[in-house]
């Protein structure tokens, strides 16, 4: 702590208090307490938090709604934004939704003028031309499952079994297991080589995908890089087992080639997005529980090489009972590292968690693995958010708005699903899309016991209150969910 934070944090009690005393008072220090939001002290970013509150919810008036929400958002930077200003954002667009829309429109509507460069969404809190209506009471970038239409859209049928027949069929498909005679053709409609189209050359892709692969390998670390075998569909990438070396050392390594999104226009903001989702990712990868990105770019389209991950939580099913705590753990231990460096994940699920060893005892059996680190974050604004993250697992906030933005507290949400599924072998939530949408926003999942053999009580609470529908009641951190998961362990081995 510097010399000066004392006195700046002095400063900052002083000015809430004088705030709650005096709100008519506070409205003429809003310009310094709007600055209070740059401070690396977080007692100081809360004061200054209650204090535009306190304004607000007493004056009431627009001409201080309009100047803290300019204010504020003019502050959203995606590097460094506080939890602070997001959260007093988020109560402000909640409390006063039909004015601040209006407010945003007009953001947009001055912004376009200009000729500025669209800012991205930070949370639930929308800038410039990437705020609609659709981001309001009815869902924050709502999820709209591939399936049969229906009077509101798509919808998508999610039952409790082990393995999703969508991706089960996905994979049957890519790996050449369809007993169809038929070419393949890709989720996003474009048509995926056929086995009879395979070559034996040093990158096994064809036309568009070798030219892609070759670049990439002349530009990547790597002195080689080889592809041994053709290429699977995975919920963010193309993915192509490869060798990879530097001198006389090798290494087998997965090629990720992430999808593009469907709209042409939007490639520049997804490029650039998925830039900082990737160093973020590389940055934090060092972690024994988060998948190890090796080398990346955005040249020619975003690729990342990362080491085994392994198959996921939902395609295994379920864990032996006398690891879920240990597994448990260790994802939130991953969590911490993320939060703990300024990373969100935003898409915790089944799918998301990766197992480099097997699920049985005995020798090769490791730990999971956090995969996809924060990419959720740049996909639900490019694609079908319900495609890459299971809505079964997703928190509240994913479909309604006055739950608030996505941010630490939607990890720990998830992560406390993910535990669900580590208990049981199943999703907290069953059914239709809007069945599963209405049961997250107005329901509670039976508890883990009730479902499974040999859950302790002590974990039915850990997860009731990882899965709070409101983010004040859930765990304010990951390490404190993660401090009562170790508990249990403790009593389990005393015991």
């Known amino acids: 702590m510097s010399s000066s934070d004392p006195d700046e944090l002095a400063e900052s009690l002083s000015v809430l208090v004088s705030v709650l005393d005096d709100p008519e008072q506070g409205k003429k220090r809003l310009p310094r307490i709007v600055s209070l939001f740059e401070s690396d002290h977080r007692r100081v970013r809360l004061s200054a938090a209650w204090a535009c509150l306190a304004v607000a919810n007493e004056l009431e008036d627009e001409d201080t709604i309009e100047y803290l929400v300019r204010r504020l958002s003019d502050r959203l930077d995606e590097e460094h934004v506080s939890l602070e200003l997001t959260t007093t954002l988020d109560y402000i667009s909640t409390r006063y939704s039909g004015q601040v829309e209006r407010i945003l429109e007009q953001m947009d509507h001055e912004e376009r003028e200009q000729g500025s460069v669209p800012l991205p969404r930070v949370g639930n809190f929308t800038r410039s031309n990437y705020y609609s209506s659709d981001h309001s009471r009815d869902g924050v970038g709502r999820m709209q499952v591939a399936g049969a239409e229906s009077e509101t859209g798509p919808r998508h049928a999610y039952a409790a079994s082990q393995r999703d027949e969508r991706d089960q069929a996905e994979r049957e498909r890519d790996r050449g297991e369809s007993d169809g005679n038929e070419e393949a053709d890709d989720a996003d409609?474009?048509?995926?080589?056929?086995?009879?189209?395979?070559?034996?050359?040093?990158?096994g892709a064809m036309g568009q995908e070798r030219t892609e692969v070759a670049s990439i390998a002349t530009g990547s670390r790597f002195d080689k890089l080889h592809i041994l075998a053709a290429r699977q569909r995975g919920r963010y990438a193309d993915i192509y087992?490869?060798?990879?070396?530097?001198?006389?050392?090798?290494?087998?390594?997965?090629?990720?080639?992430?999808h593009d999104p469907a709209d042409t226009s939007d490639q520049f903001d997804y490029v650039a997005r998925m830039e900082t989702q990737l160093s973020r990712w590389e940055a934090v990868s060092g972690h024994d529980h988060i998948v190890t990105a090796l080398d990346w770019s955005v040249d020619p389209k975003p690729w990342l090489a990362t080491l085994f991950a392994g198959e996921s939580l939902a395609e295994f099913g379920h864990v032996p009972p006398?690891?879920?705590?240990?597994?448990a753990i260790n994802l939130a231990d991953a969590v911490s590292h993320l939060h703990g460096n300024g990373v969100v994940?935003?898409?915790?699920?089944?799918?998301?968690?990766a197992y480099p060893g097997a699920l049985v005892e005995g020798e090769g059996q490791r730990p999971p693995l956090l995969d996809n680190v924060g990419l959720m974050r740049v996909f639900r604004l490019h694609f079908d958010p319900a495609l890459h993250l299971d809505p079964r697992y997703a928190a509240p906030e994913y479909f309604d708005s006055q739950?608030?933005?996505?941010?630490?507290?939607?990890?720990?949400?998830?992560?406390?699903?993910?535990?669900?599924?580590?208990?049981?072998?199943?999703?907290?939530?069953?059914?239709?899309?809007?069945?599963?949408?209405?049961?997250?926003?107005?329901?509670?999942?039976?508890?883990?016991?009730?479902v499974a053999e040999g859950v302790p009580p002590a974990v039915d609470d850990v997860i009731t209150k990882a899965m709070a529908q409101q983010k004040l009641t859930?765990?304010?951190?990951?390490?404190?969910?993660q401090q009562e998961l170790v508990g249990i362990r403790r009593r389990d081995e005393d015991g």
């Open 345 to 353: 994940h935003a898409g915790i699920d089944p799918g998301n968690v």
């Open 403 to 450: 739950y608030g933005g996505i941010d630490h507290s939607t990890d720990i949400y998830q992560l406390g699903a993910v535990l669900y599924h580590l208990c049981t072998g199943k999703p907290p939530y069953t059914g239709q899309f809007d069945q599963v949408r209405e049961s997250v926003l107005n329901e509670r999942p039976a508890p883990p016991s009730t």
């Open 241 to 258: 087992d490869a060798l990879v070396g530097n001198g006389s050392e090798e290494e087998a390594v997965a090629l990720r080639l992430f």
């Open 322 to 327: 006398e690891r879920v705590l240990d597994d």
């Open 189 to 203: 409609g474009n048509g995926g080589p056929s086995a009879g189209d395979e070559r034996e050359n040093a990158f």
């Open 474 to 481: 859930r765990y304010e951190t990951v390490e404190h969910l």
